[in-house]
């Protein structure tokens, strides 16, 4: 059974973070009932992201939400541990999806931003900033580059699967405190043991 930690809730809003190697919106599901669509489930993570998810508890909450996602007003930190990334870097490559996820120049925008803060010879730690919200956002962009995350499957299909990408922080205006909400999440322990076997020693 999977242990979901609730980080923050009000009257409009619960953040939980997410386990590693969990769907989330089948646990959700079974959790939280209610009209909204998609249970209020506000943003998505892949099955081994871990880290922020956002869950509407009222309408008007969940098209405000919706409203300044679409606007770019969200501000979202993710740490990453890479085989190989350059000092930093900016990322604007369009990405739109069908059967499969594509990479395109000229679809709706994707942008991301990585910077490195700790490095070695063969991994990196890296914070990304991503201004919108695509699928697979982080890893197909990093991925088009050449940057991969650490033990990466989706893309390098590695068999051992590695907790290497987590969301970290959140900012955006909230209404019912009429200032900027700012939230961090905790690291994961196994993305703890990594940065400290790596990076402390």
Request: aromatic content about 18%; overall charge positive.
């Amino acid at each position: 059974m999977y242990n979901i930690k609730i980080i923050y809730y009000d009257k409009n809003i619960i953040i939980i973070n997410k386990p590693f190697g969990i769907e989330i919106n089948k646990i959700i599901k079974n959790k939280i009932k209610n009209n909204l669509p998609n249970n209020g489930i506000l943003n998505r993570l892949d099955k081994y992201t871990t880290g922020i998810i956002l869950i509407a508890r009222n309408i008007f909450f969940y098209f405000y939400y919706k409203k300044i996602l679409l606007s770019n007003f969200i501000k979202k930190k993710y740490i990453a541990i890479t085989e190989k990334t350059f000092i930093k870097g900016f990322i604007n490559l369009s990405i739109f999806k069908k059967k499969n996820i594509f990479i395109k120049k000229n679809k709706k925008k994707s942008l991301s931003y990585y910077k490195i803060i700790k490095y070695k010879k063969n991994i990196n730690l890296n914070f990304i900033y991503i201004k919108t919200g695509r699928t697979h956002q982080i890893r197909k962009h990093l991925n088009y580059c050449k940057i991969f995350l650490k033990n990466d499957f989706y893309y390098k299909k590695k068999k051992i699967f590695l907790n290497t990408l987590h969301y970290k922080k959140i900012s955006f205006f909230y209404p019912s405190i009429m200032k900027n909400f700012t939230l961090s999440c905790n690291l994961t322990k196994e993305m703890r043991k990594i940065f400290l076997i790596n990076f402390l020693q």
